[in-house]
């Protein structure tokens, strides 16, 4: 998987010419983004939208390398026995307004289909302490997240 992981940001994401240089930030914040899709056990279209609208904004990716990216985010969050692997990478990339921002994507997905479930609220709340975002940007990345989302 990692060599998949490798090849993609080699071939799309990485900057000409530098082939050993890739970044695999976007697909751990995308698999945080996933867990949240697959979380109430029910993908609906519209939440997959948000995780793709999400990934193409938060990383300026071209649709069909969004698209990449979600398929290898899905495969490793499917692989993945807990968070760690993602939190940490983005905890050391990530400043505290990213990691918010991550969090507020989160939201985003889980008020997509207009309903909030119970297990998508902890996990985001788990993902939240994990990314060391403290209480007060939670709350204001939920509140800018159920604001966009609509009736």
């Known amino acids: 998987m990692f060599n998949l992981l490798k090849e993609f940001f ?3 994401i990485a900057p000409s010419g530098s082939a050993s240089t890739y970044d695999p930030i976007p697909v751990a914040t995308a698999a945080l983004l996933v867990e949240v899709m697959l979380m109430d056990g029910n993908v609906d279209p519209v939440e997959r939208a948000a995780v793709l609208r999400a990934v193409r904004g938060s990383f300026k990716l071209a649709a069909d390398d969004a698209e990449a990216v979600i398929r290898l985010a899905e495969a490793q969050a ?35 289909d207009g309903t909030l479930d119970a297990h998508e609220q902890h996990l985001i709340r788990k993902i939240a302490a994990l990314l060391y975002v403290p209480d007060s940007a939670y709350i204001a990345a939920k509140m800018r997240a159920k604001e966009t989302a609509g009736p």
């Open 10 to 12: 080699e071939q799309h």
């Open 78 to 112: 499917a692989s993945a026995t807990d968070f760690h692997q993602f939190t940490s990478l983005i905890n050391r990339h990530f400043g505290a307004a990213d990691r918010a921002r991550v969090i507020e994507c989160m939201w985003q997905v889980a008020y997509a």
